[in-house]
């Protein structure tokens, strides 16, 4: 079921620093790639996801940078806030939706 | 909106005991999802819906696992007979159509002794 293949598993940052997340598919048939946040005892909610027409994505703080030739795509959070620490998951979808190992995310204070 | 509704939200079982995880999903989706979260594994799909049928069901672990979605409004997933390796929690999540968002609801932990 490894469609979609994450790193790193976890991350330490301080205050202020760029969070970096990588991720890579294999089925070219995946035209949907979302990242979810997941915080303890909730369910993963949508934060930003992408189309494979488009290289670059932005929505304040949270950038998906997609490389379609490379089969891959990566979530970018600039000025990472302890508030940002949570797990977070890649996806790629067609008709259904399959998730990354995941990444726990520390942000420092 | 209420969201995606699951019940129970805890369980603890003991080996061998009949499992049935519900899931009501958001009104008017009509795609629905079954995962389960482990720390070894972390997101697995097991079986999904569309329009109330069975799409596809390849990641149900075996056959003690079942899942039915008898009307737009209401799926199970049922597990019997259950197995410590099988303490995880369960995630029913639902979206509009195939592609795009998809809401999860907050999940139905099971642990089984």
């Known amino acids: 079921q490894q469609q979609v293949k994450q790193s790193p598993q976890s991350l330490i940052v301080q205050k202020g620093g760029i969070s970096i997340i990588n991720c890579a598919y294999e089925?070219?048939?995946?035209?949907?790639f979302p990242w979810y946040q997941q915080f303890p005892g909730k369910g993963p909610a949508l934060l930003i996801a992408i189309r494979p027409d488009v290289s670059e994505k932005k929505e304040g703080r949270f950038t998906i940078s997609f490389n379609k030739s490379a089969k891959q795509f990566s979530l970018h959070i600039m000025d990472s806030q302890p508030g940002d620490s949570a797990t977070y998951f890649c996806a790629a979808a067609k008709y259904d939706m399959r998730f990354g190992a995941g990444t726990r995310l520390t942000v420092k204070p | 909106d209420a969201g995606v509704i699951q019940s129970p939200r805890h369980e603890v079982t003991e080996m061998g005991q009949e499992v049935t995880l519900r899931c009501k999903p958001i009104?008017?989706?009509?795609?629905l999802f079954w995962y389960r979260q482990t720390m070894m594994r972390g997101l697995e799909l097991l079986i999904y819906f569309n329009n109330n049928v069975p799409i596809d069901d390849s990641g149900m672990p075996e056959d003690r696992f079942s899942a039915k979605m008898p009307n737009a409004s209401f799926s199970t997933l049922k597990i019997q007979p259950s197995e410590p390796r099988d303490s995880a929690v369960y995630f029913c999540?639902?979206?509009?159509?195939?592609?795009?968002?998809?809401?999860f609801g907050e999940g139905s932990r099971l642990t089984v002794l």
């Open positions: 009104s008017g989706h009509n795609s």
């Open positions: 999540a639902t979206m509009l159509s195939s592609g795009g968002e998809l809401f």
């Open positions: 089925n070219t048939a995946f035209d949907y």
